[in-house]
């Protein structure tokens, strides 16, 4: 059965694994309007259990083939008006089952500029061609001597030969069979091999571990792709796709691929008056046309896959910024240190509303260290601040100090001190929407407002920033832009539903997150909400300007109400469920509002007693449990780490050390963790656990807090080596000894062994991804990290030199591994 006979929402069941009822609902709601947080939440019954993740990868399918559908229909037009649409030829573009598949099929009818072979054609020689194939019996010069034609541009029996071998060479390149099997063996076999430019040596070092590279296609990590295209780019590298595996380059004759042509248009070579003009022929067609045509689709493929890797790491470590630990309603300090230029302060009050700014300059040049105690004591007391969140970017120690020192001078205010990350808080300050939220601000305080407010709520001001600016990912300028987008708005739209939004004091960036609530419309409710006053309850929202009822039902379950006229409104009970719950008050003799966190009863209470015609068990189950615990935030409980006392700069560290630490980034090869010495050390994939990791976020993810030993420092380099396996014995050299037990240092990422002992891993690997990021920045950092604890012989280093922002450009730079 052709794919073009099955529906698309059978591939889909059949891909994810669940009945195609399922799909076709989740589709004509898709189709409908309603977004995947929508669905996943209140359409249970409906998509009979499809979670988001289901969801978003169903959504994600029904583009692509419905693009493979749209595809189909123009190419199936374009051939029919070519009048060479026959039933044969129909049955082949209907049973193409992808993108490739169905461009090989049409690559023979797709319309192309003049080429040779169609020349040749126009010349009388393709019966030439079918002659010489057909019957290898017959000398070349002699059956080509009868197409000699100097009015039609053949002017002897070497040009008709060549001639015929343009057309065999074009009709052996749009073989679609013959093309999708030696596609998918350069594929298994071939490498992507790379060589410096003569003298580009010491303007590309950053790219030294390339300069002399192979690696098969299957074994590339997207790191090193990616590192190497953009080599490439800036003109310091060359990449040949090399399509033979080791054994077969040693081989002499014809290589694998000239005999699948041959197999493929029965040419043998039996000594045939014809034979080696035919396999001459193979040869040219290969060397000249098909290699060529595999080697831009596997760089296709490469790229295509090396990006999906990427933005799925983008789109996770996001998805942990956007869902970490929030402080919560308490008055916070934000500080947003610098040196020369002050450090610039901000008080918010419990809901973020700024209470005071001010500028203060303890740091050299300017050193006023007590002047600015004083100023911080003040600003302290007069606000009831609880909370001091440091920036962690450029004198974020020294500052990090002062604060220290605020706290311990005045114990009485109870203050506590966190270190917060600035990514993309440049961006916000000097936004379109930042100057509307805070007009009457210099630019450089609304930094340190947003380094409070994220403290406060890391999700809600967050989004007031584009994620690409955020910065959590790797190589996102070298991403298509429409997927990273699509992704990453995804990923926002996800964690803002699932943790909920306070319609009465959200920002007009946190609830266009919502589902089906738009900018414009955004901007409507607080609008309403500036000119009428707090919401009282849900039914009020139907009042505002463009909000239909469409909008009400995606959005309604979504946002809270605190304290309004109805508890329900506070939960994530959506309102056309509100009968269901009456239901339910009945049935135990009291009101809504004694039902609401009474677990005893509501533990007693049936769901398939409730059920009717609109909910089913599903839903009923969500709503008891959402009863029992209200508007209950799926974040973690908040809490921060302790810096170890007297460790405060890289050379206070010491080989054995056991601090605590946070997760500032993960990366394919490992994590970053600030200790407190503002350089992040990094723990080496191969130095997280005693079995293997394939993936470093299996084991942490960022804001996590962890304790590590310190294996090894680098005072002048600025180069720290973590581990969090804390049995690990440390040598005096700042090397990992050899484990007692577990069968050593678990093989990294890949299958390659590690070098002798672990210090190929947690060191070498350590020492390889800085040295890496040193050279090349974050790109270095990644392919040095992994490369450093995985192959025998292999050097830690640099590849790249996109320039890096946000969180994963700190804590690049915190490690000493990315020069302002």
């Not at 995804?490 to 920002?507: I, K, L, P």
């Not at 090397?735 to 002992?757: I, M, N, V, Y």
């Amino acid at each position: 059965m052709s794919p073009s006979t099955v529906s698309i929402e059978a591939r889909i069941a059949d891909e994810l694994g669940v009945r195609e009822r399922q799909v076709k609902a989740a589709v004509e709601l898709l189709d409908g309007g309603s977004t995947v947080p929508f669905i996943a939440r209140y359409r249970k019954e409906a998509t009979e259990m499809l979670d988001d993740a289901q969801l978003r990868a169903l959504e994600e399918r029904l583009r692509y083939l419905r693009e493979l559908e749209e595809r189909r229909t123009a190419i199936l037009e374009s051939v029919r008006s070519q009048g060479k649409l026959d039933a044969e030829l129909e049955a082949r573009i209907l049973a193409a089952d992808s993108k490739a598949r169905l461009e090989d099929v049409y690559l023979p009818y797709k319309p192309k500029r003049r080429t040779k072979a169609q020349i040749a054609r126009e010349a009388g020689l393709e019966p030439l061609a079918d002659a010489l194939l057909a019957d290898p019996g017959t000398a070349p010069l002699d059956a080509a001597a009868g197409y000699v034609d100097a009015e039609r541009g053949v002017a002897d029996a070497a040009a008709a030969l060549d001639g015929a071998r343009a057309i065999l060479t074009e009709r052996f390149g749009e073989d679609a069979d013959l093309i999708g099997e030696l596609r998918e063996r350069m594929w298994r076999h071939g490498s992507l091999v790379a060589r410096v430019r003569e003298g580009k040596e010491q303007q590309g070092a950053k790219f030294a571990d390339y300069f002399d590279f192979s690696e098969p296609f299957t074994k590339l990590p997207s790191h090193r792709v990616l590192a190497m295209l953009r080599g490439e780019k800036e003109e310091v590298l060359d990449l040949v796709l090399e399509p033979l595996g080791p054994d077969e380059a040693e081989q002499e004759g014809p290589t694998p691929y000239e005999r699948a042509i041959a197999h493929r248009f029965d040419i043998v070579d039996r000594g045939r008056p014809a034979d080696g003009w035919l396999r001459d022929t193979v040869r040219w067609a290969w060397r000249t046309r098909i290699s060529v045509h595999l080697g831009i689709d596997l760089r296709l493929r490469l790229r295509q896959s090396a990006e999906d890797d990427a933005v799925a790491v983008f789109a996770a470590n996001l998805r942990d910024l956007l869902l970490a630990a929030p402080a919560g309603t308490r008055a916070t300090m934000g500080l947003d240190p610098g040196l020369r230029t002050g450090v610039k302060v901000a008080v918010v009050d419990a809901t973020g509303k700024v209470a005071a700014t001010t500028t203060i300059y303890p740091h050299a040049p300017v050193g006023k260290w007590d002047a600015a105690l004083a100023a911080l004591g003040a600003l302290a007391r007069e606000h009831r601040v609880e909370l001091i969140a440091v920036g962690n970017g450029t004198a974020s120690r020294e500052t990090d100090k002062l604060a220290a020192e605020l706290i311990n001078s005045q114990p009485d205010l109870k203050l506590t001190k966190v270190m917060v990350s600035e990514a993309g808080a440049s961006v916000y300050s000097a936004s379109e929407y930042a100057s509307r939220e805070l007009p009457d601000l210099d630019v450089s305080l609304r930094g340190a407002v947003s380094i409070a407010r994220r403290l406060q709520d890391p999700l809600a001001e967050l989004v007031k920033i584009d994620p690409r600016s955020i910065g959590v990912g790797q190589y996102q300028h070298d991403i298509a832009e429409a997927k990273l987008s699509r992704s990453l708005d995804a990923v926002v739209e996800d964690c803002v539903n699932g943790v909920g939004v306070d319609v009465n004091t959200a920002s007009a960036p946190l609830l266009s997150r919502v589902s089906g609530v738009s900018g414009t419309l955004a901007e409507n409710i607080v609008r309403h909400r500036d000119d009428n006053g707090p919401f009282r309850s849900r039914r009020q929202l139907k009042d505002v300007a463009r909000l239909g009822p469409k909008a009400y039902e995606q959005c309604a379950g979504f946002l809270r109400i605190r304290d309004g006229d109805d508890p329900l409104d506070g939960s994530s009970v959506h309102p056309e469920a509100y009968p269901v719950v009456r239901r339910m008050a009945a049935e135990t003799g009291g009101g809504v509002a004694t039902l609401i966190g009474n677990t005893a009863v509501l533990r007693s209470l049936r769901p398939e007693k409730f059920v009717d015609d609109r909910f089913g068990v599903p839903t009923v189950t969500d709503i008891l449990g959402e009863l029992e615990k209200p508007g209950r935030d799926p974040r973690p409980a908040f809490k921060t780490a302790a810096f170890k006392e007297g460790v405060e700069k890289i050379g206070d560290l010491a080989p054995g050390m056991v601090l605590e630490g946070v997760v500032t980034n993960v990366a394919a090869f490992g994590a970053f963790v600030d200790v407190g010495v503002h350089q992040d050390g990094l723990v080496h994939v191969s130095a997280m656990s005693t079995s293997f990791v394939s993936d470093p976020r299996e084991v942490v993810k960022p804001g996590d807090i962890v304790k590590v030993k310190v294996l090894s420092v680098d005072v002048d380099r600025k180069r720290i080596s973590l581990t969090l396996r804390l049995d690990d014995e440390v040598t005096p050299d700042g090397r990992p000894a050899a484990r007692r037990s577990g069968g050593g240092a678990p093989r990294p990422a890949g299958g390659e062994r590690p070098r002798g002992d672990q210090r190929g891993g947690s060191r070498g690997g350590a020492r390889g991804g800085q040295r890496g990021a040193q050279s090349g920045g974050q790109s270095g950092a990644q392919s040095g990290g992994q490369r450093g604890g995985q192959s025998r012989g292999q050097r830690g280093g640099g590849q790249g030199s996109a320039p890096v922002d946000g969180a994963m450009a700190d804590a690049l730079r915190r490690a000493g591994l990315l020069r302002d």
